[in-house]
């Protein structure tokens, strides 16, 4: 079995997330069995990755797994299934303050304040003694079961959690005690495993070991782990009581300074995995660039591979190219979000340059705001500049196909990049790439005069110039989008599943020879 | 139709009220009658401690063993390091002593076994610990061989939850542990998923009113209380066909006119709470009616076969005492007593058998023994609900106690063929006792001296002996099976 392993799963998803279901849908595509593994406690897991598609087959989740709850469809539990302790028929209100449902002891005092998600299934009740003392909380798991308790100390604090099965018993258990400075932290877990031994652990990171060392020695056959974020796993997948293809995943620049990839400081979540890389059986990088980067660095490497966390479907290679003259013309794209790191006031300083020359260029930036004082610093940088017809804030959108088969040329102008997904969809809609020759992505995935311009690094007047010079000559837009529609096929599905197939050839080569 | 004999609890050291349960349940049952010892507190010893007392699993049932639905299992050994929880490939288990072990694991300390009492090895206790030996849970096993509760801990090491388990492991009952008025104790005893519903209550007689009523709805049934601190819970039964009280004990405190507290409450209790209160004896009753206005009836409070004491003939060989070894029971005085005996019969002999109620009166009482140069001629025999042995040989039953109930060691020894001798304050006079024919009546302040001249010339006169033995066999057949049952029945066909 190949499992990916992250931290966790939610609604908001960051790039990583992104890779692991474009990877996913690879494998599925591919018949090729995967489980996604996911560390901690989500009590909305189930319908987050059910929307994505993810079946309970392809998933395992630590909690899941101790909990018995790994394959477990969902059963409706909702206030109709509550007696509380109570007198039958209960009296419920709607509480004013909270809006959650309420019910009394005889006594009138409070016993439980209740919490249903959107469709009804319980999320949590707030559980009273007949003294006013909140005792307990208990979480539901969206399928429908007490998931968990978290069980509060006289003043108010949570002194443990317990989680159960679905039947009842529990299995898992979270104290808490106060630190130095009199803060309550997490401190021991005990653990009924489904042998009915019962662990200790005095960290989370011991549990999480000790799950993935028990999933490792269940596989018949050679299992391989991708650790796509390194936290509370990264030294558990160094003890594994039996061989196994371990591979970290980099998903971001591996050092602080992304241009400087041989003597920066190591970004602090990939520095432990990559002091021990030799004792991991690989390391993947989504481009050529980085996976060079970090054979050179650290020679110990067993494999550096390069693989693209991104995946050009087949359908939308076969789909046909749209012409320039078919575009609106002059039309200039960013998809990134209002954030510091994507350095927007460098693009539209670029775009200022072209448009003394190209009076009609635009330039629309689709994006979620991440930081509301740089985007009313961007929004006065572009009065100042007079670009008021020009530049355009668009928001986030989910219909990117849309836009980027109408634009022209799309800019990066980005402080570092990881792989910048955006950046390959727009190349694979034809669209032309103006970027600084930034690590790691976009100075790999635009190629210099081939499907766009890669202009140094912070050099925004030079990126203004290249625009001004390609706005001005239909042919050489012709050229290059065409140059672009081609340069996506280096994504298509074959090209990329090859390449994690020459990863499995490799697992199970290292696993003969044991 | 079933009679339930109501009790908190049945201990390992049990006093006449356990005893008269017993004995009138076994009675009832062999007379084909439905009878069952029922208690309130949780006992994971409770499986053995019935079995001092001759009980079977089918003979009591217990409220935790009920909710936890462990009333019918049977006992396996449980060895402490045989149990599937610990896994020996992660941890040591170390042997420290026969009471306990402690699991250890490279970081160091993981919990601690201890032994449950009384055997070599097996399993009583699990508790996991911080590295520092605070306790995070202890799991306790119950006498039968399995895990029966969990109770884990407030940071502060205070209990916060006591978790009483199913045999499956899931949790039956949750006692909660929280502030009242800023002093942490039990708050909420929720009861989860019995017959489909959970229930709350705010105490655990609260919970056991409950589990009366659930009782009483399964069948025709009627409560005795023989333990009066346990009543408050059962005013509030609704289902049963009757409720009585029994009074054990002399309803007054010693030596003054003032009720006991307990007995108060009960006589102050109206028709609708209860159906009546029972007496072991006439003047009992007679003393109890005028303060109550439930009726109160006389009714045996146990029953016993005749022995045949082959071994008996007209010498003073030894004076025996069976019962609580407490100083309401005036050991020291019979002790001393017998000491004066003794020095003009050297041959007498002094026979206690029971358990000391606390550790500072038995080195009393045996300074006392040691003292006075008695080590030789008394014993002290431990508690053991079966007196065969010790009325072997008894000349004479003396008990010094001033305020009883019927005490039933006297009608014990009778039913021996031995006179007994007692004092004139007790409800065992003159219901068993009657002085000069079946036993001495001492006066209330008669002194050793003059108690032990009374002895003495009974075992100088022989025939006045002989007379008294045969007296006291006639007064025990009046406590025969059949007349228990018959009184018994009397009552129980009353509503």
Redesign the interface.
Known sequence: MIYFINNDFNYSKSGIEHAQLKRMYLFRHHGEPFQLITLQWNSQLHNILAAEGVTAAERINLFDYYQHATDLAVRPCTLADL????P?PINYTVEATTGATVAH?PSGNL?ARIYARPDHQLERIERF???G?L??VDYYDVRGFKSMTQ????DNKI??QAWYTP????VL?N????DYHGQ?QP??W?L??H??????F?HFDKLAGHFINQLNNQGHTPNIFVMDRSEHIDDALLHLDKPAYTIMHIHSSHTTDSQNPNDAIVNNNFEFGLVNIGAFNGVISATVKQAHDIAMRYPQVKHSYAIPVGVVSDELLAQPQRPINERTANKVVVLARIAPEKRLDHMIRAVAIAHQQVPDVTLDIYGYVNDAQLDANLHALVQELGLAEVVTFKGYTEDTGAVLDDAVAFGVTSEMEGFNLAVMEAISHGVIGLTYDVNYGPNEIVQDEINGYVVPYNDYPALGERLTTLLQDAALQQALSTGAYYSAQRYNEAHVWQAWQQLINDAHAMMEAH | MLLYSVNENIWSLNSGIEYAQMLRTKTLQAAGYGAKIVTRDYNRMLSHDVGTLGLAASDYINMYDYFQQTTAVERVEQHSRLLPQIPLDQYHVNFVDGEHSTITDPNGLVGVIKMMPGTVGLVGEVVYTDNLQQPLQTEIWDWRGFKSKQTMYHPDGQVAVENYLRLDGTVALEVVHMWINGVVQPTLWHLINYRGQDYNFTSENELFTFFLNELAGQELVTFVVDRLSIMPAVTGVTGALAKYAYFHEDHKYEGGPDLKAEAAAVMALTPSDLDGIIVATAAQAADVAPYTNLPVQVLPSASYAPVDNSAQNDDLEYLSYVGRLAPEKQIIKLIATFALVHQIAPPARLRLQGYFVSPAYEQEVRDYIRNNYLDTVVEIWPYNPDTTALFDHTSMYLSMSSHEGLNLSVVAAMAHGIPAGVMASTYTVPAVVEDDYNGLVFAAAATPEAMAQQIIELFLNPSRLVGMQQAARVKATGYAAAEFVAAWREMLRIR
């Open positions: 007696t509380l302790g109570l039958q002891y016993c003694d007949d003294y003392n005792y307990a069980w509060y100390t006289p002194g443990r039947a009842g018993q529990v258990q104290w808490y005690h106060a309550m401190t021991y005990l009924t495993d042998d009915g031994a019962v662990y200790r005095n």
